[in-house]
């Protein structure tokens, strides 16, 4: 159950300066606050999201669903929860390290453009360490902005999974996947290991902000639980 703030969401969600449609849009979950973020799209080749499918399958599958044939466009959202006097980033997008995505990576702008001050960030979630969800954290500059002493709440099972990763028993996916899911978690570590604060199952980030482990996409991937009286 969510309770909108249609006030909360109408004032977020006017456009920025240099947006043409609004690029977040806000809710409230009892007395948290919730602001979702476009961190742009990705434009992928169909057969990269369903490697293992057969061709004819799949084309009869988008003809069925309406998108394009050839091309899938991925939203990519960060999320912004206020709870408790903290503010929580919960994922940072994909960051500037990929040239072949350029419609997506805009972490920084979209917070200032939503009026958010990265030094404002008292707490960071990391669902997993896949690029497009540690990307933005990695940007040259964004470091430097956030307080020196930020904790970065992830599963214990990802990070150990990250620090020597294995694909040999991994679903079907594109050849160029490992190599740069590899490189930008290795890089993370290295930047952001002293931050990191791992738990092992659940963690409670600030009031009715809840963490979870649940496995499945990645080892230690988690889920983000929002609990506010009757609502959540």
């Known amino acids: 159950m969510t309770n909108m703030s249609s006030d909360n969401t109408s004032r977020t ?6 947006e043409l449609v609004p690029s977040r849009y806000a809710l409230r979950v009892g007395e948290i ?8 799209v990705l434009t992928m080749p169909t057969a990269d999201l369903a490697t293992n ?4 399958d799949r084309a009869a599958w988008l003809a069925d669903m309406f998108p394009p044939p050839d091309e899938m466009v991925w939203p990519l959202n960060v999320v912004v929860v206020r709870s408790g006097g903290r503010t929580i980033l919960i994922d940072s997008g994909l ?13 920084a702008q979209q917070l200032e453009t939503a009026g958010i001050d990265l030094a404002s960030v008292t707490d960071v979630v990391v669902t997993h360490m896949h690029f497009d969800r540690i990307g933005g954290l990695l940007v040259d500059g964004v470091r430097g902005r956030l307080r020196p002493d930020l904790p970065i709440h992830v599963t214990t099972a990802e990070v150990e999974s990250w620090a020597s990763p294995d694909f040999s028993h991994s679903t079907s996916m594109p050849a ?3 190599a740069a899911a590899r490189s930008s978690a290795t890089r993370f570590l290295a930047e952001y290991g002293s931050q990191l604060r791992p738990f092992d199952k659940e963690y ?27 609502d959540r």
Do not use: M, Q
């Open 33 to 40: 606050d919730v602001l979702v973020i476009s961190d742009g």
């Open 13 to 18: 969600g006017r456009p920025g300066p240099d």
């Open 204 to 230: 409670e980030v600030a009031p009715g902000v809840a963490v979870r482990r649940t496995g499945g996409h990645t080892p230690g991937h988690s889920v983000v639980r929002l609990v506010s009286g009757v």
């Open 176 to 178: 160029w996947f490992p």
């Open 53 to 56: 499918a057969d061709p004819a």
């Open 95 to 107: 960051g500037k390290e990929y040239p072949d995505f350029p419609r997506a990576g805009r972490l």
